[in-house]
């Protein structure tokens, strides 16, 4: 993949880490004796994440370039991402049935990690751009590609290195993670000496896993089984989903995350002015521990 296709070695590594993982559940289940994947060596990849969030004047000028755009889903796209700090997969999921109302808000209604699914308050001008994307459609997905099919993660990536280049953003390899970094960053901005802002995130579930495996099931029904496969070298992940249908038939789906730690935000915070205040598991105020599955958190702007 690294010679032919030319991709970079955390793309290789993923990749292979799914089918490792998928070798390696047929030996647990009794399927196959050994797995053929056992010395395939994947490529090294550095611990370090290359990716750097943008500066608020680089944030200023994706904004500006997505406003200006011709295509509605740019600015739908950088203010989904970097406004309301949804995934890649969150923002490219999201469909136009999932907007509505709570009381008196306007909200999307957004499909997390496994079968989670929140209700995410709109800003206005989030909201704003949601429509001028949709237009007049009531089905179908938020984001659309030029071809008008559904945008892809690829397909994203595409767009943000383009309104980097029309808003002579420089920066090494823009990528919809440095919106997330930006989202904090626009947070501190807007908030007054001694605000808080506060946010709930799934917590990778990396201590269930047995020795050696690599897959985790998240649920299973008599109609669906799903479950995540990760890369501990790229915090990249994927969730599986098996669906059988009523006519017996079953299909398949998967879309690709990457998890964060707990840690990771206190950083992103901290880069941008913010310190942590609090951290409970949930909503209910539970004490965070090595077992939480998800975290509230709290950060506060210094007076």
Not at 83 to 111: M, W, Y
Not at 263 to 289: H, I, K, Y
Request: glycine letters at 8%; a positive charge; hydrophobic letters at 35%.
């Amino acid at each position: 993949m690294q010679e032919q296709a030319r991709y970079r070695p955390s793309t290789v590594s993923r990749r292979l880490s799914i089918v490792i993982g998928f070798f390696r559940t047929c030996v647990i289940d009794g399927v196959l004796e050994h797995s053929p994947a056992d010395y395939v060596r994947r490529p090294h990849v550095p611990p370090e994440s290359p990716t750097l969030g943008l500066t608020h004047l680089q944030f200023e000028a994706m904004i500006s370039a997505a406003r200006d755009s011709s295509n509605p889903n740019d600015f739908a796209l950088v203010a989904m991402l970097g406004l309301l700090g949804l995934r890649i997969f969150e923002a490219t999921g999201a469909n136009v049935q999932d907007l509505g109302e709570s009381h008196g808000h306007r909200v999307l209604k957004v499909c997390g990690k496994g079968t989670k699914v929140v209700l995410v308050p709109l800003p206005p001008a989030v909201a704003r751009a949601i429509d001028r994307a949709v237009g007049e459609r009531e089905t179908g997905p938020v984001l659309r590609s030029r071809t008008g099919h559904r945008m892809d993660r690829h397909c994203a990536t595409r767009r943000l290195r383009d309104l980097a280049k029309q808003g002579r953003v420089t920066t090494a390899r823009m990528h919809p993670h440095m919106l997330q970094v930006a989202c904090f960053r626009n947070a501190a901005r807007h908030l007054a000496p001694g605000g808080r802002f506060v946010i709930e995130l799934w917590v990778a579930g990396i201590r269930r896993f047995p020795p050696g495996q690599a897959a985790v099931p998240f649920h299973v029904g008599q109609r669906h089984v799903g479950f995540d496969t990760y890369d501990m070298t790229t915090q990249q992940g994927t969730s599986h989903h098996y669906r059988r249908h009523s006519d017996g038939t079953v299909t398949y789906g998967a879309s690709n995350f990457r998890y964060i730690w707990p840690a990771e935000c206190d950083l992103m915070a901290q880069l941008a002015g913010m310190d942590l205040e609090r951290r409970v598991a949930d909503w209910s105020g539970n004490p965070f521990t090595n077992d939480s599955e998800s975290h509230v958190s709290v950060w506060r702007k210094p007076d």
